[in-house]
């Protein structure tokens, strides 16, 4: 279930290292399929992805280590069951953490890690099962929302790769090509009237002159006959 724990040696804390990495994927898993079933790609997505953020919360609280007793050859079941690109189940993936860290647990135990480590935080960790969860749910918790935040506050583009869409920085990007081709096209067209108005006055001065040479030729034939 857990392939690279068999290339080093199995100890307390690669058990540890283990659960914590497979609690974010779980969660981080957890965060993309709310995000993608309930996060539209519109300009309201930021209040949809707050709704999505609160259905989950409760969810994760609950999936908290706090029964790490399953059944080894239930969670092997589950982990065998068809899972999609972010992972298995739910469920299944929170019993799996909680496995690790029972099995985390019995290991020190077995090691008898109380009375051979001077580590103050391993040894309150080590007391009991109890004391495991006591200290490892403050911060899957923190762990959790640190996540979460970051998560649906880049709903929309998670959503738009998702779906192969424009994200927020490319739509802007776009949307900037869009008002800069639109603003040389307003200037194209104000230099041209600009162009053809000074052409017409152009015309009309060639003809003030023109109609002004007239009249002083003909002032000058009048004067001389």
Same mark, same amino acid.
């Given at each position: 279930? @857990?392939?690279?724990?068999?290339?080093?040696?199995?100890?307390? =804390?690669?058990?540890?290292?283990? /659960?914590?990495?497979?609690?974010?994927?779980?969660v981080? /898993?957890?965060?993309?399929?709310?995000?993608i079933d309930?996060?539209?790609?519109?300009?309201?997505?930021?209040?949809? =992805?707050?709704?999505?953020?609160?259905?989950?919360? $409760?969810?994760?609280?609950? %999936?908290?280590? !706090?029964?790490?007793?399953?059944?080894?050859?239930?969670l092997?079941?589950?982990?065998?069951?068809?899972?999609?690109i972010?992972?298995?189940?739910?469920? =299944?993936? @929170?019993?799996?953490? !909680?496995?690790?860290?029972?099995?985390?647990?019995?290991?020190?135990?077995? $090691?008898?890690?109380?009375?051979?480590t001077?580590?103050?935080?391993e040894?309150?960790?080590?007391?009991?099962?109890?004391?495991?969860?006591? %200290?490892?749910?403050? +911060?899957?918790?923190h762990?959790?929302k640190d996540?979460?935040?970051? +998560?649906?506050?880049?709903a929309f583009?998670? $959503?738009?790769?998702?779906?192969?869409?424009?994200?927020?920085?490319? &739509?802007d990007?776009?949307?900037?090509?869009?008002e800069?081709?639109?603003?040389?096209k307003?200037? +194209?067209?104000? +230099?041209?009237?600009? &162009? !053809?108005?000074?052409?017409?006055?152009?015309?009309? =001065?060639?003809?003030?002159?023109?109609?002004?040479?007239?009249?002083?030729? $003909?002032?000058?034939? !009048?004067?001389? &006959?």
């Open positions: 279930m @857990f392939p690279h724990l068999a290339t080093a040696p199995i100890t307390p =804390a690669a058990l540890r290292r283990t /659960a914590h990495a497979s609690w974010d994927w779980a981080g /898993a957890a965060c993309h399929r709310a995000i309930h996060v539209p790609l519109a300009s309201n997505w930021n209040s949809h =992805a707050t709704k999505a953020r609160t259905s989950i919360n $409760k969810d994760l609280v609950e %999936l908290t280590v !706090n029964q790490p007793h399953p059944p080894v050859s239930r092997a079941a589950q982990l065998e069951q068809r899972i999609d972010f992972g298995p189940s739910d469920l =299944a993936h @929170f019993q799996a953490i !909680n496995w690790i860290l029972f099995t985390e647990f019995q290991l020190a135990q077995s $090691k008898n890690t109380l009375s051979t001077t580590d103050t935080h040894r309150a960790r080590y007391e009991s099962l109890e004391s495991l969860i006591a %200290l490892d749910q403050p +911060y899957l918790s762990r959790a996540m979460a935040d970051f +998560y649906f506050s880049h583009d998670i $959503k738009a790769t998702w779906l192969g869409e424009p994200t927020l920085q490319q &739509r990007r776009s949307r900037q090509i869009q800069r081709t639109a603003k040389v307003r200037m +194209y067209r104000t +230099y041209r009237s600009n &162009r !053809n108005e000074a052409a017409l006055n152009s015309e009309k =001065a060639r003809q003030l002159r023109i109609d002004n040479d007239y009249k002083q030729a $003909k002032t000058r034939w !009048n004067n001389t &006959r």
